[in-house]
């Protein structure tokens, strides 16, 4: 009976350890912005730029119409396909030499990261943690390439031929920390454990010697 009820209040104690992890917050916008800062693809057209159209999974289109998003957010990596209508206007080449992805979530948090053609790579990349989650940017690609897949602020095709293409990756890492009154509950179930090992050991017969 008694080891039925220090095995009750080991399992609590942990059961509380592994508790107090909130859910990944929401991605609530997405921004490529030149490094010149005067070419800007936005997740929403309200904002009057072009509009960057997110995929996810391939073919599905989150903001066909240039309306705001409020993507879940998934538990590790999350990765996206994205659009954006050619600019400038009857040109080959790319409009700047970088571009800098900023991504925004419904809890507060906000990361960005680099890409540079040149290194064909994400630079400068940033995490942000905000309560028990960890968003870290992690992949970014923005390349001008011979396709006519979006307009400026419809995803359908129109407006330039030669529009933007890319990805980008971040990963959510959710932390169990306890709150104050969980801790408090835990270190009693601890004690419990503590007080019933102690008593069994209180309540061994010892042997008589001669």
Do not use: C
């Not at 705001?68 to 990596?77: K, R, S, Y």
């Not at 004690?191 to 001669?210: E, F, K, V, W």
Request: aromatic content about 10%; cysteine-free; overall charge negative.
């Amino acid at each position: 009976m008694t080891k039925t009820i220090l095995f009750a209040a080991a399992a609590t104690a942990l059961a509380l350890v592994s508790t107090g992890a909130n859910a990944a917050a929401n991605l609530v916008s997405a921004a490529v912005t030149g490094s010149n800062g005067a070419t800007v693809w936005n997740t929403t057209s309200s904002t009057g730029n072009y509009t960057v159209f997110l995929q996810q999974p391939l073919g599905n289109v989150m903001n066909p119409t240039g309306q705001a998003i409020n993507d879940p957010t998934e538990a590790g990596l999350n990765s996206f396909t994205i659009n954006g209508d050619g600019w400038p206007i009857g040109g080959k080449a790319a409009s700047d030499p970088r571009y800098t992805l900023t991504l925004k979530f419904a809890d507060g948090a906000t990361i960005s990261g680099v890409y540079d053609p040149l290194f064909d790579e994400a630079l400068d990349v940033t995490s942000s943690t905000v309560g028990n989650t960890t968003y870290t940017f992690v992949g970014f690609g923005w390349d001008r390439v011979h396709a006519n897949n979006v307009s400026g602020n419809v995803a359908r095709p129109g407006g330039d031929d030669r529009d933007y293409a890319g990805q980008f990756s971040f990963t959510a890492v959710e932390g169990a920390v306890p709150e104050p009154t969980t801790w408090a509950m835990m270190l009693a179930g601890f004690g419990m454990i503590g007080l019933g090992l102690r008593s069994r050991r209180s309540a061994t017969p010892r042997l008589a010697h001669a």
